[in-house]
Nanobody
Framework: QLQFVESGGGLAQPGGSLTLSCTASGFTLEDKSVGWFRQAPGKKREGISCIRTGIGATLYGSADYADSVKGRFAASRDNAKNTVYLRMNNLKPEDTAVYYC????????????????????WGQGTQVTVSS
């Protein structure tokens, strides 16, 4: 089955850190941009970051961030391990959500309202809870 497998979620205190991993199963990440998304209870899934493909891209391997996480979260990728990461620092209670990753050709639509249709290989997600 072609999908991502997310891991690394858990319980963190406000101000704490977590690192999420997202490994591709059944396909290669090398030619794909990968978005990070989250969905809080009762809310729509939202794009929070997207890291571009490492092949032939003008902005090789660079990442974009939603304003809500800019300066606190950092995306990275290891194509040899077929894995992308999301380092989350200075966590806040409002970061509590199920976190997902998915792939597309580029990062243009990671904040789009139709992101669930545009991005592919969705995994089951990993729960992040920020609470004291």
């Amino acid at each position: 089955q072609l999908q991502f497998v997310e891991s690394g979620g858990g319980l963190a205190q406000p101000g704490g850190s977590l690192t999420l991993s997202c490994t591709a199963s059944g396909f290669t990440l090398e030619d794909k941009s990968v978005g990070w998304f989250r969905q809080a209870p009762g809310k729509k899934r939202e794009g929070i970051s997207c890291i571009r493909t490492g092949i032939g891209a003008t902005l090789y391997g660079s990442a974009d961030y939603a304003d809500s996480v800019k300066g606190r979260f950092a995306a990275s990728r290891d194509n040899a391990k077929n894995t992308v990461y999301l380092r989350m620092n200075n966590l806040k209670p409002e970061d509590t959500a199920v976190y997902y990753c998915a792939a597309d050709f580029d990062c243009q639509y990671y904040r789009d309202r139709d992101l669930e249709l545009r991005f592919n290989y969705w995994g089951q997600g990993t729960q992040v809870t920020v609470s004291s």
